[in-house]
């Protein structure tokens, strides 16, 4: 049987979560007020005005240039915490390869649960291509998202046939199949060399926080096996859409999983289920491996799979937790990471 969290769990639950917000809040104020790291300006939509939008153009774009691509950008933190601003440093990077970035948020779990923040995104997304005043080309779209926004990014084009709009989806390390206990995750992770997984401790919070449960029976230790009250279909593919109608995902996908992760496996099973999907269909073609500069993974037709061999969950916005030439590991494979994808979004999705 699964294990229910205690009312002293919860409390010592909804603490975390607030204490680890006000330190995204600190986060935010420095990241977009950085000079290297904050947006060119931040944008609300009045179909969610609580909610800041975080804009990024190329720092050689004026006035009157042609439109640029586009890529908007889906924030992580367990659908519970962080914010666009989290993301700065990577979106003032990719912005640099001459694309528009749109880091968009979403209202945030426990008081926004499944599948809250999934339409949330959905609605901004509209509301970004709607968006006149950005000078973005509306034929050249692509999404992106780390963690549990990676998790979004599969999910929210699946609404409002926004995958017809949408011609790419890069998911950096994401939840794939949210349901999934730890301890099936367990059985096949990957320890890091140094430190524990810092999604042992925090998934079983994320996970009471964003599933809606009747008794909030929500997987609080290693041991528990599959919920049983959880007031939802773990089956969704809304919330796993590693289960999704291939024809719902956007066309071109390009999946990144950390080797050293908890959500290792469950991403790299999004990757094969789309491509089977997509032999099954007739629209791919033969497997090629990724070669050059410590690559792991392959390209399939519409599909692209790569491990970030030795790195950890969230290693690009973790740069304060490693030292010395750990870190300048850390930085070179996000400089990498990100090079791959503006090369892989201008050869698939922006032609």
Not at 135 to 143: E, G, H, Q, R
Not at 264 to 274: F, K, L, N
Not at 276 to 294: I, K, N, Q, T
Request: aromatic share 8%.
């Amino acid at each position: 049987m699964a294990s229910q969290p205690s009312f002293v769990q919860r409390i010592r639950w909804y603490a975390t979560i607030y204490a680890i917000r006000l330190l995204v809040q600190l986060q935010k104020l420095i990241l977009n007020n950085l000079a290297t790291t904050k947006p060119n300006y931040i944008k609300t939509y009045a179909i969610l005005p609580t909610i800041q939008n975080n804009i990024f153009l190329p720092p050689s774009w004026k006035k009157g240039d042609p439109p640029l691509p586009l890529l908007i950008d889906i924030h992580g933190g367990g659908f519970t915490i962080g914010a666009p601003a989290v993301d700065n440093r990577d979106n003032r990077l990719l912005a640099s390869y001459g694309i528009c970035v749109v880091s968009i948020g979403y209202r945030l779990a426990p008081a926004h649960k499944f599948p809250g923040p999934v339409h949330d995104v959905a609605l901004l997304i509209n509301a970004v291509l709607a968006d006149a005043d950005l000078p973005i080309d509306k034929t050249k779209v692509a999404i992106a998202g780390y963690s549990a926004g990676g998790n979004l990014a599969l999910a929210a084009p699946q609404l409002d046939n926004l995958h017809t709009r949408i011609k790419g989806v890069v998911a950096y390390y994401p939840s794939t199949d949210v349901g999934r206990p730890l301890s099936k995750r367990l059985e096949t992770a990957v320890a890091p060399a140094k430190r524990k997984d810092v999604l042992i401790r925090m998934s079983p919070m994320f996970r009471w926080a964003y599933l809606p449960g009747k008794k909030e029976n929500l997987d609080v230790d290693a041991d528990a096996d599959v919920d049983a009250d959880v007031d939802v279909d773990v089956d969704d593919p809304l919330l796993a859409p590693l289960k999704a109608d291939r024809r719902t995902v956007c066309e071109k996908v390009y999946v990144l999983g950390c080797e050293c992760d908890l959500l290792c496996t469950e991403a790299e099973e999004a990757a094969e289920a789309y491509a089977e999907a997509d032999r099954m269909m007739g629209r791919s073609g033969p497997r090629v491996e990724l070669r050059g500069g410590g690559r792991v993974g392959w390209r399939e037709g519409n599909v692209t799979w790569e491990k970030l061999m030795g790195m950890e969950h969230g290693f690009n916005q973790r740069l304060v937790v490693v030292r010395g030439e750990e870190k300048k590991l850390w930085q070179r494979r996000m400089v990498e990471m990100h090079k791959n994808v503006a090369e892989w979004l201008f050869r698939e999705v922006y032609v």
